[in-house]
């Protein structure tokens, strides 16, 4: 099976079964690749579990999946140390990442940007929480990652980890020392750039309308060592009947994530996102009425979540907020967010700050050691 004939795969559905807002969640097996990174930075890891609540039992159970708000209290927790750069260190974003299945199957991929694709599919094993977004240019391909369906705000390390993990398996690849062409963030500019520029290899723009990478046209062709046709069959069968197992591979889950790539340059269309997934309008209409569900409550469901996440960052204005969810003007993400949460935005947010604030509270290291 080529990764093409993968990605055009007949999803599989489940009589009867209507996709419901879900609980975002990420692999175990990448959040110890986080710990073991904490670890080497000196951080006192049983520590930061417990001011998380967090069991480490649970990294332990087969296939276990952890919460997205609970990765990102770690983090903060982690930050809170005095570690404003964590998790731009080169070293440790390449031996501790722990891709699984995913990273096997890129390592089989023909080159670079066919292992680009592969992950767009199937980051979900990875983290539902997170979209992988490839987008072609002039020079090259724009690499993006957006997190999504937590309550809690992403603190910019860990995306900006997330994005160095993913140079460093690129160089692992290859077997080149490979550098963007730019880097953009969306936080404002430290302090000291420096040391995102020794990160990354090359300037890092801030305040940008999203976290990505410029990969080169030619660093996109470069040819992977590893390729293996039939082990490539192996690992996309495996990444599919993990997908199936995480509800991933029906319509639905496919148009929520195609319209979250979409939404930031505006209000997407079906036949849009019909062509996006390799399918024919009408049999798109038809798959989603098998899935007894629309494509706009699809959308209303995506927009919904993605405010939830924009609305947590103080970054983003609130018309920044209407603009990346794709609303033409401000007065109906008004009415959109009165019908979702009860609230206007501006009131909305203030609970989400008020939420997050009690829940990072500090904790004394005194009350920690007695539980």
Not at 86 to 107: F, I, N
Not at 283 to 300: C, I, N
Request: hydrophobic content about 40%; some cysteine.
């Amino acid at each position: 099976m080529t990764f093409e004939a993968a990605h055009s795969h007949r999803p599989r559905h489940r009589p009867g079964c209507m996709p419901q807002p879900e609980l975002r969640t990420s692999a175990a097996t990448w959040l110890e690749g986080v710990l073991s990174v904490f670890e080497d930075e000196g951080l006192d890891v049983p520590w930061l579990m417990r001011g998380a609540h967090f069991d480490p039992d649970s990294l332990h159970q087969q296939n276990a999946r952890i919460p997205v708000d609970e990765i990102t209290t770690l983090w903060q927790l982690a930050i809170a140390q005095g570690k404003p750069t964590l998790g731009l260190s080169r070293e440790l974003a390449a031996s501790h990442s722990k891709l699984g299945t995913v990273g096997h199957a890129m390592a089989c991929c023909a080159d670079l940007g066919t292992a680009y694709g592969l992950v767009t599919r199937y980051m979900p094993v990875i983290s539902d929480a997170t979209v992988f977004t490839v987008q072609g240019e002039a020079r090259g391909a724009w690499v993006a990652i957006e997190h999504i369906g937590g309550r809690l705000p992403i603190p910019r390390q860990r995306v900006e980890h997330a994005l160095l993990t993913t140079l460093m398996q690129s160089s692992w690849l290859t077997r080149r020392e490979l550098q963007p062409l730019a880097v953009e963030l969306a936080f404002p500019a430290p302090a000291d750039e420096r040391p995102h520029r020794d990160a990354f290899g090359c300037p890092v723009r801030f305040d940008a309308r999203a976290n990505r990478m410029l990969i080169a046209s030619e660093d996109l062709a470069l040819p992977l060592p590893t390729h293996h046709p039939a082990l490539a069959e192996m690992q996309l069968q495996l990444l599919e009947d993990q997908l199936d197992q995480l509800g991933q591979t029906t319509t639905s889950a496919q148009v929520c994530a195609e319209i979250a790539r979409r939404l930031p340059h505006g209000e997407p269309r079906r036949q849009d996102v019909a062509a996006g997934l390799g399918l024919a309008e009408r049999t798109l209409q038809r798959r989603l009425q098998e899935e007894t569900v629309s494509f706009q409550s699809l959308l209303d469901r995506t927009r919904r979540e993605l405010a939830q996440q924009y609305l947590a960052q103080e970054r983003h204005t609130l018309t920044d907020v209407a603009e990346l969810l794709g609303f033409v003007d401000s007065s109906n993400f008004f009415r959109a967010c009165k019908r979702w949460f009860g609230l206007p935005p501006a009131q909305y947010r203030s609970r989400l700050w008020h939420e997050g604030d009690a829940a990072n509270a500090p904790v004394p290291r005194s009350v920690l050691a007695t539980n």
